[in-house]
């Protein structure tokens, strides 16, 4: 196993993962920025670095600083959590050359799935069904009007680069797809450095379901369930749950299959997720993309098949066997992750601030993976999340009342906070019901 483990991320991730390392006996090491000083993460760390000021692009995208502080620490392995440079496949190689194990699948997967038009031409030549679609970038509007045409109107525009909901568009009619791709290619050519822009069949009325995976060190490819995702504003989740309600066993032998022949297709290893659109009407489901990391919502697949995700990561990075029988894979119980964000809880707007009161439910069947505590000033730098709140139990009727009991007992003042969205939302007979899709929050709004 390793010994040294440093934590190239932070708040909760970087708390979540510190807490799983220190368990297993692996002395875990944080890097931060001047802004982080003071969040529990710094303090929780066996040892911590300052690696530069609040600009992530000076800190935490900063892999110079990150590796430097990797050597004089003498770490063993670096684990990115999620986002920042986690998908960084340059990062990733050049943590390998230096010596050091990377807690992740390697370079030449996160490359492969990196690119979305690459990605679905991968995922259908391996039999994965994918929506309506360009197999390669649309080079102009005139080719993007053309593509459009043959799938038919509404269609998504997207980043070919983009993840985590960004570089997105819809458009239903031509008028509408000449605004959007211009929009979304520039914000492509913004934020991730490559304008390539992609067009798919939009689906108005679907959910989002997407399956974890784990790549083990003897080279299977196991699939550790399904989570429903389809809570989200600005094509952002705000919920995830496991077992999703509306995926039947037959349905979920499919989507496993799938993802599982995704994972092979790429030679993967570690953890990852492969993430779809499901029509409820028909019950076909479509790749959407695969995320080469581990994910916000790992707690709840955690809850549901007994499984640290982190820990098994860890082991995957080390070569050693996963804790559990992976021909004995099944669900129990149900789980439901909140995320309570630093945000209006009307329009979603970010609202940082200084934490002047923190108090966190507790009770059977309910954790949180928090990044802040009382005192502590959440910044405009960084992601707007504060904490995730995941309740358990043996029922989805038992998780939601649970969870109702758990979201009144949380308490925080002075940054704006989601936390009386999520109180509207499980009183809402649709989310109660289980058959809600991705239109729930426009619809409550």
Not at 98 to 115: E, R
Not at 333 to 353: Q, T, W
Request: aromatic share 6%; charged share 25%.
């Amino acid at each position: 196993m390793i010994e040294s483990l440093l934590v190239a991320n932070r708040g909760e991730i970087a708390r979540r993962i510190i807490r799983t390392a220190k368990r297993l006996g692996i002395r875990a090491i944080a890097v931060y920025s001047e802004a982080d000083a003071d969040l529990p993460f710094v303090a929780e760390a066996d040892e911590a670095v300052l690696i530069g000021p609040p600009n992530p692009a000076q800190s935490y995208r900063n892999a110079e600083a990150i590796l430097a502080a990797a050597k004089s620490t003498g770490a063993q392995a670096i684990h990115p959590g999620y986002g920042f440079l986690s998908e960084n496949a340059e990062f990733a190689r050049t943590v390998e050359s230096s010596g050091l194990i990377w807690v992740g699948p390697d370079a030449d997967a996160i490359t492969a799935m990196g690119d979305k038009i690459n990605a679905r031409n991968l995922m259908a030549a391996a039999g994965v069904p994918v929506a309506p679609g360009t197999t390669d970038p649309a080079a102009d509007l005139d080719a993007a009007v053309t593509a459009a045409a043959g799938i038919g109107y509404p269609v998504m525009v997207k980043a070919a680069a983009g993840g985590g909901g960004m570089g997105m568009g819809v458009a239903v009619d031509e008028a509408a797809l000449r605004t959007e791709y211009d929009k979304v290619r520039a914000f492509a050519e913004r934020m991730f450095g490559d304008g390539s822009v992609l067009i798919e069949r939009y689906f108005p009325r679907v959910r989002h379901v997407e399956v974890q995976i784990l790549g083990l060190a003897d080279g299977r490819v196991v699939a550790l369930g399904e989570r429903e995702c389809s809570v989200q504003r600005r094509n952002q989740k705000l919920v995830e749950e496991s077992p999703s309600p509306a995926v039947s066993p037959e349905l979920r032998s499919r989507l496993l299959a799938a993802a599982v022949r995704a994972g092979e297709a790429v030679s993967y290893r570690n953890a990852g997720t492969v993430e779809c659109l499901l029509d409820p009407e028909t019950n076909e489901f479509f790749f959407l993309e695969m995320n080469t990391r581990l994910q916000v919502e790992h707690p709840v697949t955690e809850y549901v098949y007994g499984v640290d995700l982190v820990e098994e990561q860890l082991r995957v990075a080390s070569g050693l066997a996963p804790t559990f029988d992976p021909d004995a894979l099944a669900p129990s119980g149900h789980a439901i992750e909140l995320r309570i964000n630093a945000e209006d809880p009307k329009r979603f707007l970010p609202g940082p601030g200084v934490v002047r009161t923190w108090v966190e439910p507790t009770g059977e069947g309910v954790r949180v993976d928090s990044g802040y505590t009382e005192g502590n000033t959440v910044t405009p730098f960084y992601d707007s999340l504060l904490a995730k709140l995941i309740i358990s139990g043996a029922t989805r009727d038992e998780v939601l009342e649970r969870a109702k009991v758990a979201v009144a007992a949380f308490q925080i003042e002075g940054p704006k906070n989601n936390v009386p969205f999520f109180a509207e939302l499980l009183t809402n007979d649709e989310f109660l019901s289980g058959a809600y899709d991705t239109g729930i929050v426009s619809r409550m709004r």
